[in-house]
């Protein structure tokens, strides 16, 4: 088991400092705006694409800057608003132990909200001392809504194949995970070579933890996990798990699979599949795909020169796996 | 009654030529979101942001250049972004006399058609010569999403007067509108005060325009405005002619007047407080009051040497009142 804090030990001050940043940026004097910011403060995860930012410029042989700090903040800020509106088109409760917005508020606030930190991190990263950092990270939120778009056109889709789904998430997900490092890397003074390969890096672990991400919702524990799950089998959200179970059956079997996801109003989705079918080796198939992204992603790190921050990188790898266990 | 034509005519072959722009912009390989491009393309409305931002470079005296089309083309598509999020804001059905994008598709589908668009948005303003546009279009973003996050909050709000009401539409609506005027003056190389008067009389007709849609929507014509109507009334919206046709209730009045804004479930709000109250005061008022916006607004082109553009701002301010009728 892989811990955080080997991960992100190079780089602890700066995500330490990262906190005040965040608290100092969505400061407002709108007494309705900032309960919604202190509320969604409590969804702070990982901090896994700001450590990438501050990992990536160290592993290019520099320490990070004030650049790095706002570009960590900026990357965190879009994650931050594709989740408030993730839980809109999730129709999720739950997040990180809190309501979501959509819970308290209904749909209108975080429509709002999502699309007013959007405008936040893009214009902090106008701030920046080139307009790199704007032009990736306008196209990167572009491709996350294009693969979500898709994703809800593909719903039920029951042809949809892995190549299909592999593309999907990696818009909706590792596409940003991408953007992480490879800015990480191109504002630390990277080489062409370093910056693309850090680039790579963060879109295969991207990768791997969005396959992941889709088994826990179909196996995790709520309580563990911290947000409400079963959203991609209720939403006909066709997983990796899902698309091998499917391929693993014969034609009476699947014929069933499919009246159980698209059935209304069928009680407890989750708990009826894990009853009517072995979901053990799809699963295994699942993680099997994640573990070889991250061989795939911790070979990148190659090109760069031996330090404690590429070891960092090789654990938040690792980390991204243990997410199973 | 003012057309269209004595506002634009300076500047026709450019609204013309953003027509292209924008069919080029939005182009996609993914048949999805193509399909959704193609249906929001109906949205197109009287192009006036746009206009702004063409009639502002020739008011200060330089024709527009390839930065002004692409000016043109972002501020419109921020609206764009606007109009389909606001949609899901007001669970409007019809608009542009199509069927909105949550209409035929639930509300996942047009919060990330929003999302991407407005990136996309960021993106092209990204391409322009100096930050300028990008750092006062995400300024104007926040400034938006935060007065509709407000508006959200005081729904209901019998005590909000007619002073916090400007402020929310100001920010809502009017602010795009200024940094319509103020950016095409300025990337036209006008003098300060030349982009400062038209970033007020941009602001002051997006006031006008914002009271006088508040009013339409408590007695247009859905056939003739082309939009859902009633939604303020069924969101408990408080906007200028509600606020001030309860400054002239009685206490007993007003009580009936809240009831009616805030019972479940009543059918055809429109039609009942049209029965009930006589409007036409509150009506006589609002429009007033953005008669006098204008009048401010048509002031502020002082500054400008005389032109024919000059000229077709003032029409604009016109044309902006005529709507009521």
Redesign the interface.
Known sequence: MVELAECFGPVEAELNALEQALGRELR?D?P??QS?VRHISAYAGKRLRPALVFLSARACGSAPTAEHMKLAAIVELIHTATLV?DD??DDASVRRRVPTVNAL?G???P??????I???A??MS?ELST?EA??VL??V??IC??G???Q??ERFDFDMDEEAYLRVIEAKTAELYAASAELGAHYAGGTPEQVEALSRFGRLIGVAFQVIDDCLDLIGDEAVVGKSLGTDLEGGKLTLPLIRLSSLLDGAERAELQKLITDDGVEDRRARLAERFELGAALDYSFQRADDFIRDATRELDVLEPSPARDALKNVAEFVLCRKK
């Open positions: 407002t709108s309705a705006l919604l509106h809109i088109l508020h749909n209108q606030v429509v709002l909200l999502g699309d007013f959007y405008a936040h893009f214009a106008v307009p704007s032009r306008a196209r939120t572009k809504c294009r979500e778009i898709e809800v056109f």
